[in-house]
């Protein structure tokens, strides 16, 4: 893998979450893959970089995007995006806006019952994606979102697969985590060919090498974030997919019975790669549409 897929790889990485352990679907045809892109330019982002006057990077940003419906009186479900790397002052932000709702759906692809302490889990990750997430932050000079969030709050509800329900669903489809490493490493080295890609190799020499290497490192990532939509399109083939499609299903499956329940106010804390799916099944699902955004600042790419 070249140095620029695998800086793609990375803040996909970040974006996905903790759960990002198998996938990929076949390549799809050159039709679908032309509609694919048009959908892409179209898509609402929920993640951007966020310049000054200068055009110089400030901050990479995450949204909060409310969807109501009139014929559902007093009922606001929040898309809270996520990246799970991030300043720790972006997380202790996110625990004040939790407590507001009734619940928060949140991801992790864990066994039913797995309990998040607080501060996070103590002893390194076994597994190469989480264990990378952890490298990641040390590099960066950031926080691990698991040992920032307060999981304990008791309006806290798991939404994502278990492991074997994961297993299963990508077994089921063809899925690996090789064919998604494999896809991944080509859209890289197809950006690069084509100078699609915001980063080259002096720069990121630059960043590894400089005084500032976390922030040139960050803003480095933060400019591959621009891309996610069509870096989604990577994990997706015309049937969805386990990382996403599925993932989301899940989580709509506990919000329906949320709802039931009578919850009005409801927070999807999810990875950011995650929305855009969760916008259209909200608004064709449920009847719900977006009504409000706020943005929050999850690096600091200033110092």
């Not at 501060?119 to 990641?136: C, D, F, I, V, Y």
């Not at 449920?286 to 600042?297: A, I």
Request: with cysteine; net charge neutral.
């Amino acid at each position: 893998m070249n140095r620029k897929s695998l800086l793609a790889w990375l803040s996909l990485l970040s974006a996905f979450g903790p759960a990002l352990w198998l996938q990929a679907a076949e390549p799809p045809a050159p039709a679908a893959a032309d509609k694919k892109d048009e959908a892409a330019a179209e898509s609402p982002k929920f993640i951007r970089l966020r310049r000054d006057d200068s055009k110089k990077p400030v901050a990479m940003e995450t949204a909060i995007v409310r969807y109501a419906a009139a014929d559902r009186p007093g009922v606001a479900v929040d898309l809270v995006g996520a990246v799970h790397v991030g300043d720790r002052a972006y997380y202790d932000e996110l625990n004040k806006l939790f407590e507001k709702y009734d619940v928060v759906l949140y991801e992790l692809v864990a066994p039913e019952g797995t309990k998040i302490p607080k501060g996070g889990r103590k002893e390194p990750s076994t597994h190469p994606l989480g264990a990378m997430q952890e490298g990641m932050s040390t590099v960066l000079e950031l926080q691990h979102q698991l040992s920032c969030v307060d999981y304990t709050k008791a309006n806290f509800i798991h939404a994502d697969m278990s492991p074997d329900e994961f297993n299963k669903r990508m077994t089921d489809r063809g899925e690996s985590f090789f064919q998604m490493f494999l896809r991944m490493m080509g859209q890289g080295m197809a950006q690069s060919a084509g100078g699609t890609s915001g980063v080259n190799d002096a720069s990121l020499l630059m960043a590894l090498f400089s005084k500032d290497r976390a922030t040139r490192l960050k803003v480095l990532m933060a400019e591959q974030f621009d891309g996610l939509d069509g870096q989604m399109a990577v994990f997706d083939g015309p049937e969805g997919s386990t990382i996403i499609t599925e993932r989301n299903k899940k989580c709509f499956e506990v919000l329906g019975q949320q709802l039931k329940d009578g919850k009005k106010s409801i927070a999807i804390f999810y990875g950011a790669g995650h929305l855009p799916d969760m916008e259209k099944h909200l608004a064709a699902d449920y009847g719900l549409q977006r009504q409000s955004e706020k943005w929050l600042s999850a690096w600091r790419l200033q110092k």
